[in-house]
């Protein structure tokens, strides 16, 4: 007879806490001060749902490097097109969600890569790069997800994923955000400290009893609890994060911010929004973000047409209403690349450099029309990574993204071996 009941796993001494179902039964991180120069390097990802409008957005292909025409759906660029890159033919084998623009954008993960498992997923290329850079900020990270279920991003709650392969929470607006990096909780220090202190003391608790809870288990099951146990280490780190920033009040930009509107959706909240990750930039608050840009809020602010991300992504050949809207979804976030690039090199750092000048910032998806996963529309720009701008790349066929992925890496100083299923940087693309 099996010994083991579900209740007795669900607690350890006075501590409780619920474990997933098992068919058994039918760190602490040292936090030490920055070692980063006077300038950091920033890292942004802005990731879109339903793709682009094919020919509309990609220049022909015959014209590379600096001297090509931008396309309809990329003429807002006009003014800062030497700022910018766009990359053709990267793409990532392993996907096969022609729905799912951002889930696997990121990290380029075979979703039936885990043997009886559905649904698998792998670290993204931005916590890569936040495991390093977030020792020094007070957020290892900020995760942003305005959209809807209606626009094609896919599963997660934001394009951001764990080493686990679990998605990371996004803010769903502009006002959270601001709360997280700007407001106090109203709640007096020691108070918060105790309260840390306790959550530590029921993980502590929980982590002391890992090796009695596996005895006995099925293979399966031991992987599970690994997987469970390895979660509530990631909750205990952010916990001892916590107390480490607890006494130090959080910084506010030299420029005021305004507290963002309730329910702000559509054009404004996307530019508030991105304005808040460029408040974050100047006052280290986090060197890593995501952000999976809204549709469906937007299409009734730029066409009177009653019309869903879905259906315009299928504009079909030739001039369409479709299409037409299309063009103007694309143009809308353009806009929103452009004016970010003006914010970015506005925004000044001590020595007369830019934030422009430490920042790299990657606007493109996993789809690029109609459902496709092939050329998977690539927009660079900033110096942060070291990366050429102001160029057209097209690369061989079939090339790829997880190797420009692990360039980025390169790009920042985090020389990684290998990311996702690279075989090595794109040497080609740096200045």
């Not at 305004?258 to 404004?268: H, Q, S």
């Amino acid at each position: 007879m099996n010994k083991y009941t579900r209740r007795a796993f669900l607690r350890c001494g006075s501590v409780a806490l619920a474990l997933p179902y098992l068919e058994s039964f039918g760190f602490k991180k040292d936090y030490s001060k920055t070692t980063e120069s006077k300038n950091p390097k920033r890292l942004m990802f802005l990731s879109m749902g339903f793709g682009v409008t094919g020919s509309d957005w990609y220049p022909d292909q015959k014209q590379t490097g600096a001297n090509y025409t931008l396309p309809e759906s990329l003429s807002p660029l006009k003014e800062v097109k030497k700022d910018v890159s766009i990359y053709q033919n990267l793409y990532h084998r392993n996907s096969k969600g022609g729905h799912w623009g951002s889930t696997f954008w990121l990290t380029g993960a075979n979703q039936y890569g885990m043997p009886g498992r559905k649904f698998h997923n792998e670290v993204s290329v931005d916590q890569v790069a936040a495991e390093a850079f977030g020792k020094d900020t007070r957020f290892t990270s900020i995760q942003m997800n305005a959209s809807t279920r209606n626009d094609g991003h896919g599963p997660g709650s934001s394009a951001s994923w764990n080493k686990l392969g679990k998605s990371l929470s996004g803010h769903k607006d502009p006002l959270g955000l601001y709360h997280q990096l700007f407001s106090g909780d109203g709640v007096p220090v020691e108070v918060r400290k105790k309260a840390l202190q306790n959550n530590q003391s029921v993980l502590d608790a929980v982590l002391i009893d890992a090796k009695t809870v596996k005895r006995g288990l099925t293979k399966t099951d031991v992987e599970k609890v690994d997987e469970y146990f390895e979660s509530v280490r990631e909750i205990e780190k952010r916990l001892e994060k916590e107390v480490n920033w607890i006494d130090i009040p959080k910084k506010k930009p030299s420029s005021p911010i305004a507290v963002p509107k309730e329910g702000l959706v559509g054009i404004d909240a996307v530019n508030t929004t991105l304005d808040l990750m460029v408040a974050a930039m100047q006052v280290d608050a986090t060197r890593v973000f995501t952000y999976m840009l809204p549709i469906e809020t937007i299409l009734p602010q730029i066409t009177d047409v009653k019309i869903s991300p879905h259906t315009i992504s299928h504009f079909g050949p030739g001039k369409s209403e479709r299409r037409d809207i299309s063009i103007l979804r694309d143009q809308t976030n353009i806009k929103f690349i452009v004016r970010l690039i003006k914010k970015l090199k506005a925004s000044k750092e001590v020595d007369g450099s830019s934030l422009f000048d430490h920042s790299t910032v990657v606007y493109g998806g996993n789809l690029s029309e109609t459902h496709s996963l092939k050329n998977c529309p690539t927009l660079i720009t900033g110096k942060g990574a070291g990366l050429k701008l102001g160029e057209h790349f097209v690369m061989e066929e079939k090339s790829k993204l997880c190797n420009l992925w692990l360039s980025i890496l390169h790009g920042i100083g985090l020389p990684q071996k290998s990311f996702g299923d690279s075989t090595g940087i794109y040497e080609e693309l740096f200045s």
